[in-house]
């Protein structure tokens, strides 16, 4: 009957053991015996050459992916039965390794979170300015009634180039770099113009408050095409009328 005791049990394995050794012993020599006559006689060959602990480690890895590619199903089985009677111990080891893969960070403060914010906005204002002064130019294009704003930095950078950095009104010239140019919309934003391409020409900060809102006083040809694709098109939403019911 088996014992309900662990402690008991091992305790009644110990006596039985110790009073019958000698039958135990003969047990084990005469398993001995039959070993070494299935083995054969013993063959004398060369000495085996020491291996480093890297090429223990090697030929382990190799033996247990043979063993995982012959018998996939067992092993896992084994794995999972493992895993199943050992489960509060598998879970303090998973905690453990991953405590120590990923260690907590430090707690910050909302002044520290703050800061770091605005010195990521303004290291990316630094690397791309002209990126950042053209979408502020795009919402202020909107907030003023712009049916449409799809012009991007690099296509005001080619209208730019393509009239020499030149006003197109009084022909002063300007440096490559300079921000003396401003965008002059042809059809003015307030009277349904567009904030595109096809709209806008390079102008002094005097000859465009002097244009203000009305034509331009000269005929102006806008820049029809660029190499640089517009930026995503922000359209100005309109109620459509509604559909006559039959």
């Not at 730019?160 to 490559?176: T, V």
Request: proline share 8%; glycine share 2%; hydrophobic share 25%.
């Amino acid at each position: 009957m088996p014992y309900k005791d662990p402690e008991k049990e091992r305790a009644a394995r110990r006596t039985y053991r110790a009073n019958h050794r000698e039958h135990h012993n003969a047990l084990e020599r005469a398993s001995a015996k039959r070993r070494r006559a299935l083995a054969g006689p013993k063959r004398i060959g060369r000495p085996r050459l020491p291996i480093t602990d890297e090429e223990r480690k090697d030929r382990r890895k190799q033996s247990s992916a043979k063993q995982r590619a012959e018998h996939p199903t067992q092993i896992k089985q084994n794995h999972d039965r493992w895993r199943t009677k050992n489960y509060e111990l598998e879970r303090q080891r998973q905690l453990t390794t991953y405590s120590m893969q990923h260690p907590p960070k430090p707690k910050t403060t909302p002044e520290q979170r703050r800061l770091r914010r605005r010195d990521l906005a303004r290291a990316a204002y630094a690397a791309n300015p002209e990126h950042f002064r053209q979408k502020r130019k795009t919402r202020s294009a909107l907030k003023r009634g712009a049916v449409m704003s799809d012009l991007s930095a690099s296509q005001w950078n080619e209208i730019k180039a393509a009239y020499g950095y030149r006003c197109i009104y009084c022909g002063e010239q300007f440096p490559k770099n300079t921000r003396a140019l401003h965008q002059d919309h042809l059809t003015a934003l307030s009277r349904g113009g567009a904030d595109t391409l096809h709209n806008i020409v390079p102008s002094c900060k005097p000859c465009n408050s002097r244009k203000y809102t009305n034509a331009a006083p000269i005929f102006v040809q806008p820049l029809l095409l660029t190499i640089s694709p517009p930026k995503k098109r922000y359209q100005k939403h309109t109620e459509s009328p509604a559909s006559p019911t039959l």
